[in-house]
């Protein structure tokens, strides 16, 4: 149920042309330099920490390549109305916990927000001013089930009080689920319309039921710590419409290419790109293209699609693999290309360009 409906416009994607609006309306422009969404949600949210109505939600899936995938692998979401910003995240973890004290509470399993709603040309400046906020929050207070949430100390807008804040979490033996509301009215002078833009870095902190270990970002990377520059430009839209993809493609199916620090086999390299809930009933191949330094595509790979995790199959990724001898390292690069059942091609990606993670043991 959760991945049924992605609106009408990923139906016509799957049954017809990308052009084929028919009477629905036309969807706003994405402004230039956006990277993701944030989709209108469809009806109230209700703040309970299972994330039922997020079906429609624009998604940015996290670490679908890291070795412990049952626990590390993530999905943010992120929803919008004209109250607040809902941020939504299911992960799949085994070791739950977050031990570390309110104003630390990144040290565990926890979320480092990263926001900026500044208007015009500050939007995304290097330094940190009213309006760009940095807050961390955990569904956990030592193995239980208790959220919470707190400023980020030490910079320029760590005074800033903000009101009407809600946090909910649920947990189940292999994974867990949050909610995170933060009301507009903290920011008054973003206005939440169709088309506003504004910037954020989603950052999974993983501990593995001690003192973080790992910590991943959706758009940016550590850098987004230092400043609102790192962060990814966002749009509000009403609904995820596949014209989009051209443009929001990356973040949705990101695609990492790594050679495995340890491997049951004799070396190879390993891509994955993973697959967003949502489209999951939509994607029916995935290809690897091996280019030469000049963009010559020299070999195309079938990735093998499959799902993992909980079987209610919310988790699923393409890998394709290739021995370490086939291409020298520093002479190739890859792209995937992304197609739909139908054969029609839904997005080409390549591997972000920044470290996005900071792993141990990869």
């Given amino acids: 149920m959760m991945r049924h409906i992605l609106g009408v416009g ?9 052009a084929a609006h028919g009477d629905e309306p036309v969807p706003v422009p994405l402004a230039k330099g956006v990277r993701g969404l944030v989709t209108l949600a469809p009806t109230k949210v209700e703040m309970d920490g299972r994330l039922q109505e997020w079906s429609q939600a624009f998604c940015t899936p996290l670490s679908y390549n890291h070795k412990s ?7 943010f979401f992120y929803m919008w109305d004209d109250e607040a910003l809902y941020i939504g995240l299911r992960c799949l973890d085994k070791m739950q916990a977050n031990s570390a004290p309110l104003k630390s509470s990144f ?3 926890a979320v480092e927000f990263y926001l900026d709603t500044r208007p015009g040309d500050a939007l995304r400046g290097k330094d940190w001013t009213a309006g760009a906020i940095h807050f961390y929050y955990s569904p956990f207070q030592g193995a239980e089930v ?32 949050c909610e995170f509301k933060l009301p507009w009215a903290n920011f008054p002078e973003f206005s939440p319309t169709l088309g506003a833009v504004l910037a954020l870095d989603a950052e999974l902190c993983s501990g593995d039921g001690k003192g973080r270990t790992d910590r991943t970002f959706t758009y940016g990377s550590p850098l987004s710590v230092q400043q609102p520059a790192s962060q990814g430009k966002v749009e509000l839209v009403k609904v995820f419409d596949p014209d989009y993809l051209s443009v929001v493609g990356p973040a949705s199916f990101p695609f990492w290419v790594d050679t495995p620090w340890v491997q049951p086999e004799r070396a190879q390299v390993q891509a994955v790109v993973a697959i967003p809930p949502a489209f999951i009933d939509i994607v029916g191949q995935v290809e690897i293209r091996i280019h030469d330094t000049e963009g010559k595509v020299v070999k195309t790979l079938p990735a093998e699609i499959e799902s993992f995790g909980p079987k209610d ?24 290309r992304i197609a739909a059942r139908t054969g029609k091609t839904l997005t080409t990606v390549a591997p972000r360009m920044v470290a996005e993670a900071m792993i141990q043991g990869r």
């Fill in 313 to 336: 199959g919310q988790f699923v990724r393409a890998v394709a693999r290739w021995s370490i001898d086939d291409y020298a390292p520093n002479t190739y690069f890859a792209t995937a």
């Fill in 69 to 75: 995938l049952e626990n590390r692998a993530a999905q």
């Fill in 10 to 18: 990923l139906a016509l994607l799957v049954f017809g042309s990308f």
């Fill in 146 to 177: 208790k959220p919470r949430w707190v400023i980020r100390g030490g910079i320029a807008t760590s005074d800033i009080v903000l009101k009407g804040v809600e946090i909910a979490a649920s947990s189940y033996a292999d994974s867990y689920e």
């Fill in 107 to 109: 040290n565990g399993d």
